[in-house]
């Protein structure tokens, strides 16, 4: 639909008028494409080196791709990386299930627990210098619940009055969100809950954009409109330009409400797994992005490299492998054998060098909502005699989707593969670019696809990805019974009710069997010593990078 039309007239024309006094954008002969920021800050000069003479620059490396600026159109963690220094969340969730201020400097919960109210900083703005209001919150909900097209967070809007179980608007702009004064927004729940499923989850996924800029654009085009390809955030760095695949060079929001950056130019880029920790001790790296690890192999010389810090965060995320439920040859019985096959403990002593933790679902032990009943098992015979009595083709091979750039991924699907040859199950390896494998996972196009998940501090984390009809339902699970159980969670408001609902949903996960849950991972994050105040230990996505507060020491 197309919002508040003539308001976006006038704010095109200014915005017009502000491009023509920087210079406007361009395409460079080298394929880049540049934008000055807004016109609130000119770029600086660049040497030949790509560099600025003077200029105090930050380089954060990721070793995945970015899929799209486009917030509410991603599940890529690479691209949510890059996105949340461009655009802002309404909170910051911590390790220990705490929140801080992002957007939002505070927030409460009615009585009733059916409305959560949040009062944003006075003194945001926009990259054009626009201040962000209230509207701008209400007009991104109102995207992210559009039933003009399915953005693939939608699902994460369900939560809310006016909207169904797919997170769909029931009428137009009908879901339940509210402006009550230019820094104060409600938002209306369907029923009492606790509101730390909506902190937690909602808010991972829920980026503020521009009203003023995007309002006229229906909503059904916006997810390609050019806007994307130069956008104007109100976070803590302005795009300036992109080399396609390679790198993104950002300016310092001087202006940022949290705090003025202590950089110039925040250059974020794509990096080898295997140049991470030269690149750190070189100094042409300064920190990794959130889904960026220190390889294994290099673990040990990291903890001994002066200039470096190193530093293992055990975390919420997990590694999976799916299972494409669709396929008649894979009933659950050869699911749970093959989960059974899986030597788990080898992945984590050998693989991460015992900086992990096995899994067996979602959660680990030491999460508050695990059921305690679960237990790993690894038991090959078994394994093996259930493969025989299903009568398994021994001449079937199995295709195996594996992500490149993942080392930890791509070893353990060979030990995996070694695992299930022993129970008489062949298998075949497939590497693919990771926004190929989700394509593929998605369309149902694989046997057996690994995947992984960052986690949280709240149970409900992992319910969309089982839940049928969902875009994030890679195992094609048409069972409704888990989807149901799962988001029956969220009506429950005490912690021992929803644990019992938590505990039952668990239980019926492992009996469906329709992934198997490989092992936790610890954060290997590192960064340069001329860095300070680094946030150490964020789970959402494992972004939640605080540049703006980042000390540099040249």
């Known amino acids: 639909m197309r919002r508040n039309f003539v308001r976006v007239i006038a704010a095109s024309l200014a915005s017009a008028m502000v491009l023509c006094a920087c210079g406007g ?20 000069p ?41 655009f802002d969340r309404l909170m910051t969730i911590n ?48 995207v992210a619940s559009s039933a003009e097209y399915n953005y693939l967070r939608r699902i994460r809007m369900q939560y809310f009055a006016g909207t169904d179980e797919t997170g769909c608007e029931t009428s137009t702009d009908s879901v339940e969100v509210k402006a009550v004064d230019d820094h104060t927004v409600e938002f209306t729940l369907k029923t009492p809950m606790d509101p730390s499923i909506v902190y937690a989850l909602v808010n991972r996924d829920f980026f503020i954009i521009p009203k003023h800029l995007l309002s006229g654009i229906a909503d059904a085009d ?108 894979l009933p659950e019985e050869i699911r749970h054998a093959i989960s059974l096959a899986i030597n788990r403990q080898v992945i984590v002593e050998q693989l991460l060098q015992g900086q992990g933790r096995v899994a067996i679902g979602p959660l680990p032990e030491d999460h508050k909502y695990y059921n305690t ?57 497939q590497t693919l670019d990771f926004p190929t494998l989700l394509t593929n996972a998605r369309n149902g196009d694989y046997d057996l696809c690994f995947i992984g998940s960052a986690g949280s501090v709240d149970p409900s984390e992992s ?20 989807g149901e159980v799962g988001e029956s969670g969220a009506k429950e408001i005490t912690f021992e009710a929803r644990k019992a609902v938590y505990d039952k949903y668990q239980d019926i996960l492992f009996q469906q069997m329709p992934m198997a849950f490989l092992y936790f991972t610890n954060d290997l994050f590192g960064y340069s010593d001329k860095l300070e105040n680094v946030r150490v230990g964020a789970i959402d996505y494992n972004v939640n990078k605080n540049v703006w507060a980042w000390k540099v020491n040249k």
């Open 25 to 44: 954008s361009s395409t460079g002969t080298d394929g880049t494409t540049a934008n000055a920021g807004g016109g609130a800050q000119a770029e600086a």
């Open 373 to 429: 009943n679960l237990k790993v098992e690894y038991d090959p015979e078994k394994a093996k005699s259930m493969v025989e009595a299903a009568g398994w083709d021994a001449n079937r091979e199995l295709e195996v989707l594996v992500s490149t750039g993942n080392e930890v991924r791509e070893k353990s699907a060979i030990l995996i593969q070694q695992d299930l040859q022993k129970i008489g199950i062949k298998t075949k390896i």
């Open 463 to 482: 319910v969309p990805n089982v839940t049928a009809g969902y875009m994030n339902n890679f195992t094609q699970l048409t069972d409704p019974t888990l």
């Open 95 to 142: 390790t220990d299930g705490t929140f801080e201020p992002r957007l939002a400097k505070s927030w409460e919960t009615n009585e009733a627990q059916d409305k959560i109210t949040y009062h944003l900083y006075e003194d945001a703005k926009w990259h054009d210098g626009e201040p962000v209001t209230a509207e701008d919150v209400v007009y991104s909900a109102q």
């Open 46 to 86: 660049k040497t030949e080196g790509g560099s600025s003479t003077g200029e105090k620059i930050v380089t954060i490396a990721q070793s995945g791709d970015w899929d799209t600026f486009m917030v509410m159109n991603t599940t890529n963690a690479g691209a949510d990386n890059v996105n949340e220094l461009m």
């Open 222 to 329: 916006l997810v390609n409109d050019p806007f994307w390809q130069k956008p104007v955030g109100s976070g803590p760095c302005i795009f300036d330009s992109m080399e396609s695949g390679v790198s993104i060079e950002f300016l310092a929001n001087k202006d940022y409400y949290l705090g003025t950056p202590d950089f110039d130019r925040l250059v974020f880029k794509k990096v080898q797994s295997s140049n991470i920790l030269s690149g750190l001790m070189s100094g042409e790296i300064d920190a990794l992005s959130g889904n960026t690890q220190i390889p294994l192999a290099d673990w040990d010389a990291a903890n001994n490299t002066p200039g470096v810090k190193a530093m293992s965060v055990p975390t919420f995320a997990y590694q999976y492998m799916a299972m494409n439920t669709t396929r008649e040859y």
